[in-house]
């Protein structure tokens, strides 16, 4: 299928693209890597008049570390820099650990992580490892920047925090041990996620974030309240524990998979991921 007609603008400052934004409201949409967007456009489940490209503004695809030493990614930087870069492999190992399950290679070479978190797919695999990681976002819009921390990132379904008239410039993680990981149980054809679920452990606990399941990526919490209290849990503690990743929240039912196997995956994934990123940190010291 074919999109329909539309306005396409190509900016080459931030500034400029804000102005195109706040010039034609409602009526505009934000193009990065395009692999959301563009399908919605065929389909005609999204038809903007105007198209925002950002994929020409070079200074929104970056690694680097700011002055408080965590890491800051510019909105453009793509799945594949991601899952390439040294400094996060050996800094921030879960982040390139997620960006590899992104789809495929062609999808993962032209997505970019801004674009994947302002669409807010309660399926995709950044928003599980984003909440793991408190990470925290630049939004700029025309009255300036405004920082928004991941637990008000994720609205809802397909909504971020993100106004019609912003975009999302940078995302800041912090450096981490070697104790994380990802696990995931993904759609076959689509690659993405029935329920994936990201771990954090660090001298103040453990951080689960878990996507997939329910309509925005949460965190497990009562998980994490019930390792809290166990200074080295053994292999049952964990089991018990992760048996509570899906309280407090209402899984998804589609063709995919029932409510029911969802909240099932997240406890099998949450326990798998707690044990890997367990299993890392003994190897770390070694």
């Known amino acids: 299928m074919y999109p329909a007609n539309f306005e396409y603008t190509r900016p080459s400052t931030v500034e400029e693209a804000v102005a195109l934004l706040g010039k034609y409201g409602d009526d505009a949409k934000v193009l990065a890597g395009g692999h959301s967007l563009i399908p919605a456009m065929k389909l005609r489940l999204a038809r903007p008049n105007v198209l925002v490209d950002i994929g020409r503004i070079t200074n929104l695809n970056y690694v680097k570390t700011d002055a408080h030493g965590r890491f800051a990614i510019g909105a453009m930087t793509t799945h594949a820099d991601i899952a390439a870069s040294r400094p996060l ?50 939004l700029v819009g025309p009255k300036g920047k405004r920082v928004v921390r991941v637990a008000d990132f994720f609205v809802a379904l397909l909504q971020s925090a ?22 995931k149980t993904e759609q076959k054809a689509s690659g993405f996620a029935l329920a994936g679920v990201a771990v954090v452990q660090s001298m103040a606990g453990f951080r689960i974030g878990v996507t997939g399941v329910a309509a925005k990526a949460y965190r497990a919490s009562a998980v994490e309240h019930v390792l809290a209290k166990l200074k080295s849990p053994k292999p049952e503690e964990i089991a018990q524990a992760s048996m509570l990743a899906a309280d407090g929240v209402h899984p998804l039912s589609d063709i995919h998979a029932s409510a029911e196997y969802r909240a099932h995956l997240a406890q099998i994934n949450t326990r798998r991921a707690i044990e890997k990123a367990l299993s890392r940190a003994v190897a770390a010291e070694k």
């Open 162 to 183: 993100v106004g019609p008239d912003e975009i999302l410039t940078e995302i800041r993680i912090p450096e981490t041990s070697p104790a994380v990981a990802y696990v």
């Open 89 to 138: 492999r050996t800094k921030c190992p879960l982040l390139p650990e997620t960006a590899a399950h992104i789809g495929d290679v062609q999808v993962r070479n032209k997505g970019t992580i801004g674009g994947s978190l302002v669409h807010a797919d309660p399926a995709a695999d950044y928003p599980g490892a984003m909440l793991a990681l408190n990470a925290e976002m630049d």
